[in-house]
């Protein structure tokens, strides 16, 4: 089989209701640069990069398409190799892994749909043909109603079946953001894990004041508590604190990951496929953090396409560590508005009662919508 054709479809889709996270971003839109790659058998993958859209597009037209035309899909880590040293003198993080990331997912799929397989029978095999999924939400809206927003979105994905939720804090403001904590806590109740991600807003000593206010709270993970490219800023959160500190979405390649996992920098790593190096490199990534004794729970903010990636890689990967009841590693299942990720599969991954059933279908397990690709492509 060989590489035939590489596109790359700009998608955007307008947010109904904007949300604020503790950067200061204020998210009127969700976008994404999705890959389709052809193949002369007729099967077609298709992947997606995380980050600014038109940028990915251009790396992958300019510097990786011209190089996958001909090759065979099956040796995807060859092409990935090969790809990676001819960019790393420009880039060995951020655009240049995120655009690789998306042909790699791409190729995964086809290799499952030639085979007939999900991909994680191809990585693996089924460690669990069920993942629960946590509810990524309560960012910033009503500015004047913060508390209040943030218990009643909380009480929404109780009500859904939730057994997880993961909430925004970063409010410049330690008594209000452990204020607006405790509501949830208190609205939730006991028996609901919570976490919680300062979208590394935080100094050193911010993260580790604010963390001691929150951890009789009964928090699950202290995510991007500080600033990604201070490992040793993170050590320090880490030994800090008694709850385990998580991060790891801005970071790349198992190189990327190498010194945080090492040092044991952070308790838990979240790469993100779309983002670290597709499949082939998170279960690199994975690899190494299990060596450590560091535990890997997915970072997921994308597409449809994303978080079947997400699922199929989440489906293989071991319980950390494995138990008589192990708490296996969840999905990030974010809730906030996207067209994308709701419409862009013609059967949307779902989640019952806090659980998503892993696809069985071949290679990602999902069927792109092209209808929707289109209503959403960027001119
Ligand atoms: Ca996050």
């Not at 193949?39 to 980050?51: H, L, Q, S, V």
């Not at 109603?145 to 943030?150: D, G, Q, T």
């Not at 057994?163 to 410049?172: D, P, T």
């Not at 299942?333 to 994308?340: A, I, K, S, Y």
Request: proline share 6%.
């Amino acid at each position: 089989m060989k590489v035939t054709g590489v596109a790359c479809h700009l998608l955007q889709a307008k947010v109904d209701r904007p949300f604020t996270s503790a950067r200061g971003w204020l998210y009127t839109t969700r976008s994404s640069c999705i890959v389709e790659i052809a193949t002369d058998e007729g099967i077609t993958g298709w992947g997606e990069c995380y980050g600014p859209a038109a940028v990915n597009r251009t790396l992958i037209e300019t510097q990786y398409a011209p190089r996958l035309i001909g090759r065979d899909p099956f040796d995807v880590e060859v092409v990935w190799e090969e790809l990676y040293n001819r960019i790393k003198d420009y880039g060995a993080q951020g655009f240049a892994i995120t655009a690789l990331s998306g042909i790699d997912i791409a190729l995964w799929d086809i290799m499952g749909r030639a085979t007939g397989k999900p991909i994680h029978k191809l990585i693996g095999g089924a460690q669990r043909g069920e993942i629960v999924a946590y509810a990524t939400g309560l960012y910033f809206t009503d500015m004047d109603r913060l508390v209040e927003e943030a218990v009643e979105e909380a009480r929404s994905y109780v009500a859904q079946g939730f057994r997880a939720i993961k909430m925004k804090i970063g409010l410049g403001d330690p008594k209000l953001d452990r204020r607006r904590v405790a509501a949830v806590r208190e609205a939730i109740g006991p028996d609901v894990a919570l976490a919680v991600d300062a979208n590394h807003c935080l100094s050193v000593p911010q993260a580790i004041r604010l963390g001691r206010m929150l951890e009789p709270l009964d928090i699950l993970w202290f995510e991007e508590p500080i600033s990604p490219e201070d490992h040793d800023g993170y050590v320090e959160v880490t030994r800090a604190l008694d709850m385990a500190v998580a991060g790891g979405e801005n970071d790349f390649t198992r190189w990327g990951f190498r010194d945080i996992i090492a040092r044991k920098a952070m308790d838990i790593v979240q790469p993100d496929v779309c983002a670290a190096g597709g499949i082939s490199e998170m279960r690199k990534i994975a690899a190494l953090a299990s060596a450590f004794g560091v535990e890997c729970v997915p970072h997921a903010w994308g597409s449809a396409i994303g978080l079947a990636a997400t699922v199929q890689f989440l489906a293989a990967l071991p319980d950390q560590p494995p138990a008589f009841r192990p708490m296996p590693p969840m999905l990030e299942f974010e809730q906030t508005p996207n067209p994308l990720r709701d419409l862009l599969a013609r059967e949307p991954i779902v989640q019952r009662r806090g659980i998503v059933t892993v696809p069985q279908g071949p290679g990602l397990g999902i069927e792109v919508d092209r209808t929707a690709l289109d209503r959403f492509r960027v001119a």
